[in-house]
């Protein structure tokens, strides 16, 4: 496998690669490109992240403006998660990985290539 050169600073792939870093940052994007979800739904349907960790992702998310969040005054306290317009922009690598995982659960993907 041909490796690449080390990355310079102004790198998009890298850009990217900071943005979708970490085990459940793809994940929380394939939830949340079906739609709006509390953070109960978000942690039922990532299934094994730990509550400090969703809520770590969540903000990394929220402060790079991918994700938004709402907060509804009620008792108890409602909170909403949803991409934001650029947050929808990375569905078409979340697209493009979950095919990749496709084939690779098929073996139609030589890694040796």
């Known amino acids: 496998m041909k490796t690449l050169e080390t990355c310079q600073p102004d790198c998009p792939v890298a850009a990217a690669a900071a943005v979708l870093d970490g085990k459940w940052t793809t994940l929380i994007f394939r939830e949340l490109l079906t739609g709006t ?8 349907g990532l299934g094994g992240v730990t509550p400090r960790m969703l809520a770590l992702r969540l903000s990394e998310l929220e402060a790079a403006g991918l994700v938004g969040k709402t907060i509804y005054p009620t ?3 409602k909170t909403e998660y949803a991409l934001t317009e650029l947050g929808r922009q ?7 990985m979950a ?5 690779l659960q098929k073996g139609r993907v ?3 290539a």
């Open 37 to 44: 979800r509390r953070y109960s739904e978000l942690q039922r």
């Open 75 to 77: 008792v108890p306290p």
């Open 90 to 96: 990375v569905e078409p690598v979340i697209a493009a």
């Open 99 to 103: 095919e990749f995982g496709s084939r």
């Open 110 to 112: 030589n890694p040796a």
